[in-house]
C-alpha cells in the first residue's frame, strides 16, 4: 500500500515534536517546560497555573479582534501501555511512530494521538499567522487521564474565552455536547451474626461469566447486573421458606457493572428441592431476558458445608427487601439527543468482616439535580432498611445547551465543507468539560476531533485522513465565529 500523505504537514510536525517529549499523567513537568517555551519562543503570553495546566494567548488576526475569543483545550498527557516484549522507558525515551496504510502507529505502545493530536493542532495553529481567527486561548491541561486533575484544579478566571472547543473526542463526523457527572452512595448494614437455625441446609450460589462493562457508557445496553440477579432469588427465597444470608460476596469495582456475584445461604431442610427448582427457574428466565446480551452467563447452585452463623432475621430481611427495591440502570434518557441521562449502578456488595455488610453503588447524570434526586432515590431504600447509607461529593457533568451558538456553527461549517450532517452526540461518563461547566458556568462548549481506536493500548492508532478533515473543520470554525 502507498504510503499515506500526512497532512497537513505542520499538524504532523508539531505531533512529532510532542512525541519526543514525555508525558505520563501526573508526571507531566517536562510537557509543561516544554509548552511553556513554546508559547514564549513565540513571544505569546504564556501561563502556568498551580495544578499545572498551560495557557497561551494569540492576539486575534487584524480586523477580528471584536469575534468572541475561543479557547481551544486538549490534555497534555498520555496513558502509558506497552506490549510486554518492548523495551520501553515512559519517562525518558520518544514515541516511535510508523505508518500502517492509512493508519499512524506507535512501535509496541500507545500512540499519545490521545490527546497529542489535539495539542499539535493548537500549536500548529499558535505558529501559523496565515490562519483567520479572533482572541485565542490554547490550553493544554494536565492528567487528564488518571482523575481529571488539571482540569479539576484549574480556578475560575484562569481562561477567559466565551467559547471552548476541547479536542479529546474519538470519532472524526461527531461533536460532542454533554457529559454525565457522577457520585458514589454507599450503604453499611453493620450486625452481630447470629447462630445459624438447626435444621438448616446451606446452599452456595453463583451468577457469572456475565459481560459486564463501563457503568456509564455501557448502562443502556441491557447487560445483567449479577448482584441484581442475585438479589431477585435471595427476595423470592426470603418469602417462600425465609431464606438466611450467611455471606456475600457480589460484584467488584465502583465503575462497572457487576460480572459476578456470589452468596452462601442457609433454607429449611424440607424446602431443599423447591430452592433448587427456583434457582433453575431463574436461570431459565434470566437467559431467556438477556439471550442476546450475556450469551455466556452460568448460574451455579452447590450444596455446602454448613456455617457457624448467619445474618440476624430482621438485618436479613431488611438488606434482601433493600437489594431487591433499590432502583439500577437508566432511570432517564435526555430529552435533546439519543443518550442516557441519568442512571445507576448497583456496583457490589460484600461482608467485608463478619458483621459487616457493604454496598457500593455510583449515580450519574448529565444534571447535577437528577443526580443527587438518583442518589437519594437509592440512598433512601437504605435509610429505610436501616444501613448507615454516606453519598460522596462527585463530580460535575456537562448537559447539552440546545441553544449553543458554538454548535450552531461547528454544524453549519462541518455541512459547508463535507455535504453532510455531522452526529451531535454525548457521552455518559465523566469529560473535562464537565468540570469546565461547574467553575466556567454559562461557557459555550464542543467537543471533537480525528479518528482514533485502540486507545489506552498498544494498538492506539490514528486514521491520518480525519486530521486534515479535523483541521479543515476547526479554521472554518475560527474564521465564522
Ligand atoms: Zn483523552
Known amino acids: 500500500m502507498e504510503k499515506t500523505e ?3 504537514a505542520h499538524v504532523f510536525e508539531m505531533f512529532a515534536r510532542i512525541n519526543a517529549v514525555p508525558r505520563p499523567s501526573k508526571r507531566e513537568e517536562k510537557m509543561i517546560a516544554f509548552l511553556k517555551d513554546f508559547g514564549e519562543s513565540l513571544g505569546l503570553e504564556t501561563l502556568v497555573d498551580a495544578a499545572g495546566n498551560v495557557l497561551i494567548r494569540k492576539p486575534a488576526t487584524l ?4 469575534r468572541p475569543t475561543i479557547i481551544l483545550q486538549s490534555h497534555m498527557d498520555m496513558v502509558c501501555e506497552k506490549n510486554a516484549d518492548v523495551d520501553f522507558d515512559f519517562d525518558k525515551d520518544a514515541i516511535q511512530t510508523y505508518i500502517d496504510g492509512e493508519w499512524m502507529r506507535a512501535k509496541g505502545t500507545t500512540l499519545g494521538a490521545d490527546d497529542g493530536i489535539g495539542c499539535a493542532m493548537e500549536m500548529a495553529i499558535l505558529t501559523d499567522d496565515t490562519i483567520k481567527h479572533g482572541p485565542l486561548e490554547c490550553v493544554f491541561t494536565r492528567d487528564e487521564e488518571t482523575g481529571l486533575t488539571g482540569a479539576e484544579g484549574m480556578q475560575p478566571g484562569f481562561m477567559t474565552g466565551q467559547m471552548l472547543i476541547n479536542l479529546d473526542s474519538e470519532d472524526e463526523g461527531e461533536i460532542f455536547v454533554s457529559c454525565a457527572g457522577g457520585c458514589r452512595t454507599t450503604a453499611t448494614f453493620r450486625f452481630t451474626p447470629e447462630a445459624a437455625p438447626a435444621d438448616a441446609f446451606f446452599l452456595r450460589l453463583t451468577v457469572k461469566g456475565l459481560t459486564g462493562g463501563h457503568s456509564g457508557d455501557d448502562i443502556d445496553k441491557k447487560r445483567a447486573n449479577a448482584n441484581k440477579l442475585l438479589a431477585r432469588y435471595l427476595y423470592d427465597g426470603l418469602k417462600a421458606w425465609g431464606l438466611r444470608l450467611s455471606d456475600i460476596q457480589a460484584g467488584g469495582l465502583h465503575n462497572a457493572i457487576p460480572r459476578e456475584a456470589s452468596c452462601l445461604v442457609c433454607i429449611p431442610f424440607k424446602y431443599k428441592e423447591q430452592a433448587r427448582v427456583q434457582w433453575n427457574l431463574l436461570a431459565a428466565a434470566a437467559q431467556e431476558e438477556f439471550s442476546t446480551t ?3 452467563m452460568e448460574f451455579l ?3 455446602a458445608d454448613a456455617a457457624a452463623t448467619v445474618l440476624p432475621e430482621d438485618v436479613n430481611r431488611r438488606l434482601i427487601l ?3 427495591g433499590v432502583d439500577n440502570g437508566v432511570y432517564a434518557m435526555s430529552q435533546d439527543i439519543p443518550l442516557v441521562e441519568t442512571s445507576s ?7 467485608t468482616e463478619p458483621g459487616v455488610i457493604f454496598v457500593n453503588s455510583s449515580q450519574r447524570s448529565s444534571f447535577l439535580s437528577n443526580r443527587l434526586n438518583m442518589a437519594h432515590t437509592v440512598a433512601a431504600v437504605f435509610e429505610l432498611a436501616g444501613a448507615e447509607v454516606e453519598i460522596g461529593e462527585g463530580y460535575p457533568g456537562w448537559a447539552m445547551n440546545p441553544k449553543s451558538e458554538l454548535l450552531r456553527i ?4 462541518y455541512v459547508r465543507l463535507f455535504h453532510k450532517e455531522p452526529v451531535v452526540r454525548g457521552i455518559h461518563a465523566g469529560l473535562e468539560c464537565g468540570l ?3 467553575k466556567y458556568p454559562g461557557l459555550d462548549m464542543v467537543s471533537f476531533g480525528p479518528t482514533l481506536r485502540g486507545v489506552h493500548s498498544p494498538d492506539e492508532r490514528l486514521l491520518i485522513p480525519t486530521v486534515d478533515m479535523v483541521w479543515r473543520h476547526l479554521l472554518a470554525i475560527l474564521e465564522n465565529v
Request: hydrophobic share 30%.
Open 436 to 438: 469546565f461547566s461547574e
Open 301 to 303: 447452585l452447590e450444596s
Open 410 to 413: 461547528s454544524r453549519e461549517q
Open 6 to 8: 500526512l497532512r497537513p
Open 322 to 324: 433493600a437489594l431487591q
Open 345 to 351: 449502578n448497583l456496583a457490589s456488595i460484600r461482608q
Open 294 to 296: 450475556e450469551p455466556t
Open 63 to 66: 480586523g477580528m479582534e471584536n
